[in-house]
């Protein structure tokens, strides 16, 4: 649901982190993926945000989670930090959970990622939004700080990226802003964790896993 290896990077405070760059396209591939990334405290899951067997494969791995009460949060690109669903109980209509998240049907289709937000809210769990809210995003295109935020690799890729994401049609004196947004799109994401990550203080918490 995330640029997850820039994520990854801001996270590694929080003493390891799981990456499932392409969602599986079975729920058996998706638990056999679960499993295999043991107990550590954060898994992300990237995405194609038209490709419909990824968010099935993101209820999913909602679902086997919270099933295994292993999971304690949701943290989501597709809404705005920080909106949040904690004060709503697990019978909540979707309607609340929209509401809750400030959800942008425009930008993110609700019936995509309904499955996943509402396994989490039925299951008790709350979901975060950790998207940098629109109007922070002008400002993000020309803070040139943003290009030192990760290494000078990184960067070139993420303008690649930003490139082929746009078939090469987008000019290219708006490279380098757009990516300046994904970055800081990205910290944000992972700051929302970091901080989700120090209000937990038992061991039991200590050892359950965030999804973003």
């Known amino acids: 649901m995330v640029c997850a290896g820039l994520v990854a990077s801001w996270v590694a405070s929080l ?21 295999g990334f043991g107990t550590v405290p954060l898994v992300l899951i990237g995405e194609q945000h038209d490709a419909d067997a ?14 295994r009460g292993q999971l304690v949060a949701l943290v ?14 697990g019978d909540a209509s979707e309607a609340q959970v929209r509401a809750a ?23 008790g769990v709350p979901v975060h939004g950790a998207n940098l809210p629109r109007a922070a995003l ?6 040139a700080s943003l290009d030192g935020r990760i290494d000078a690799a ?12 746009h078939c090469g049609l987008l ?20 700051q929302t ?12 918490l200590q050892s359950r896993q965030y999804l973003v």
């Open 101 to 123: 998240l400030h959800w942008d049907d425009a930008g993110w289709p609700w019936r995509r990622y309904a499955p996943a937000v509402m396994a989490a809210v039925r299951a």
């Open 15 to 35: 003493g390891g982190c799981s990456l499932m760059p392409i969602p599986p396209r079975s729920a058996d591939s998706v638990e056999q993926a679960l499993l």
């Open 193 to 204: 964790v970091v901080d989700l990550r120090s209000e937990e203080h038992t061991s039991e």
């Open 138 to 143: 002008r400002d993000a295109m020309s803070d």
């Open 76 to 89: 989501l690109e597709m809404a705005d930090a920080p909106h949040h669903t904690r004060g709503l109980t």
């Open 171 to 190: 000019p290219e004196s708006q490279i380098g802003p757009m990516t300046r947004v994904q970055v800081a799109r990205d910290q944000r994401m992972a």
């Open 54 to 67: 990824h968010q099935q494969a993101h209820a999913q791995a909602v679902q086997l989670l919270a099933q």
């Open 154 to 165: 990184a960067l070139e890729s993420q303008r690649s990226a930003v490139r082929d994401g």
